[in-house]
């Protein structure tokens, strides 16, 4: 059952990444880069001032639209970017360096 719910989780992640409503850029923390597979994995930085913490949100794995944008970032640096949705995978359209 816990499997189905984080297949779930995902889907539902990857959909509202696609809306409208995440159209501006978000920001957070790059933890793992796969050159390789073309693939960046960013803790999301929560916004907003819903209670007193301003933790990190959940860790997101994205294919880059470009492999050359992977070159600039490492783990543990802050980015901010632009994720759309490309045939059903979130793909980071954008990636910058804070």
Known sequence: MGTAQF????AAA???LGSPAFADDL????????????????????KGTVGASAGAGAVQQYKA??????DAVHAGDRVTFAVTDSNGAATITKL???
């Open 14 to 16: 990857v959909a509202m």
């Open 7 to 10: 297949i779930l989780a995902g």
């Open 27 to 46: 920001t957070g923390m790059v933890t793992r880069i796969d050159r390789l597979g073309n693939t960046i994995s960013i803790q999301e930085t929560q």
């Open 65 to 70: 639209k470009d492999a050359a944008m992977l």
């Open 96 to 98: 910058q360096k804070q």
